[in-house]
């Protein structure tokens, strides 16, 4: 019976949710990941293709010389607006007129005994950090049970990441949730 052990989610633009947990038969404080939600980028082939079908652009932002900077990112077909970099988002008429859009990508995941963790995180988080990055993080806190350390830990890191690769810090929004899957 999987009574209390599914998570459904509903997923819109580029915040990211995985689940933590524990890897079984090695060393106990090891551990994996899988991603419950999928990021909505203009790099994502499907995604692109209802951008472009919309008469949208897809390209990164360019310097004076011409030289792609950044994400790919969602523009009108000849102006540099709204240049969006992601493909699925709440309220931009200019980008909804191009295909972006707010229909949420449904899933469900079934926990185990060996799930541990769940993050749901902004982009802030994911820019420069990769799952099992943020695995890696938040996991030796669950170890303590100490899931205020570990949110506060994964802000710190990924605030330190942006700050080594670029000048501007995008929003850092993190949720971390211990499980006790029987």
């Known amino acids: ?8 989610m509903a997923n819109i ?4 949710g995985i689940v933590i947990r524990s890897a079984p038969g090695q060393d106990p404080t090891q551990c994996a990941c899988t ?5 909505h980028k203009p790099d994502d082939k499907d995604e692109a293709e209802r951008i472009i079908k919309n008469n949208g652009r897809i ?3 360019r310097d004076h010389q ?3 900077l950044g994400p790919l990112r969602v523009w009108l077909k000849v102006e540099d607006v709204p240049g969006l970099a992601m493909t699925r988002s709440y309220g931009d008429s200019v980008a909804h007129s191009v295909g972006c859009n707010a229909e949420p990508e449904m899933s469900e995941y079934t926990f185990t ?13 994911w820019e420069f950090l990769e799952n099992i990055d943020v695995a890696k993080i938040v996991y030796p806190f669950y170890l303590q049970k100490n899931a205020e350390g570990a949110a506060e830990n ?3 890191a990924s605030f330190k990441r942006w700050r080594k690769e670029e000048s501007v810090i995008d929003d850092i ?7 006790d899957v029987k």
Request: aromatic share 6%.
């Open 13 to 16: 633009g580029d915040s990211r």
């Open 113 to 125: 005994k060996d799930d541990k963790v769940v993050v749901i995180a902004s982009d802030g988080v």
């Open 173 to 179: 929004t993190c949720i971390v949730i211990f499980l």
């Open 35 to 39: 991603a419950l939600t999928r990021d």
């Open 154 to 156: 994964l802000v710190r």
């Open 59 to 61: 390209d990164s932002y």
């Open 66 to 68: 011409g030289n792609p």
């Open 1 to 8: 019976m999987t009574l209390g052990r599914k998570i459904y």
